[in-house]
């Protein structure tokens, strides 16, 4: 079993100003406040095959996430696997709204070990972590909106 979890915000800015900055994994930490550091294990650090180690604090719980891309569609998504403590797939979408506004939508889906809760976990987990995905949604916008 695993746990969906989907967010998503407008941000009022043309998709291509949205995208130069999500399409920069490194600068996640910014707005991710989940995401302590990000330490690149491939050479590249952007596109297919990117591979990084994500220190991730949720409370009093830190875990490292080794985050592998599979998919990477120039301003309109940004697919990956999870293959630390907790497992699953991710998506970023991306899509115009009008000239002057973005869709960006998050979906995720997560598998969490026995030692974390399992099925009960998932559940839980997953309601704190669309909290704080919303919130790291909130940040990005703020970002790129200033």
Do not use: C
């Not at 099925?119 to 949604?137: A, D, S, T, V, Y």
């Amino acid at each position: 079993m695993s746990k969906r979890i989907k967010v998503s915000t407008i941000i009022n800015k043309p998709l291509e100003i949205v995208w130069d900055e999500v399409k920069i994994m490194e600068n996640h930490v910014n707005w991710m406040q989940d995401a302590a550091n990000i330490d690149f294990l491939s050479e590249n650090t952007s596109g297919i095959d990117t591979k990084m180690n994500v220190l991730t604090k949720v409370g009093p719980i830190k875990l490292n996430d080794v985050i592998t891309v599979t998919r990477w569609e120039e301003m309109k998504s940004i697919g990956v696997i999870h293959e630390g403590i907790v497992t699953g797939e991710g998506v970023f979408f991306l899509s115009a709204i009008d000239v002057n506004s973005t869709k960006f939508e998050w979906v995720e889906e997560l598998k969490f070990p026995i030692y974390l809760g399992g099925p009960i976990g998932e559940i839980f987990g997953g309601l704190l972590l669309k909290q704080i995905w919303k919130k790291n949604l909130e940040n990005l916008k703020n970002i790129i909106e200033k």
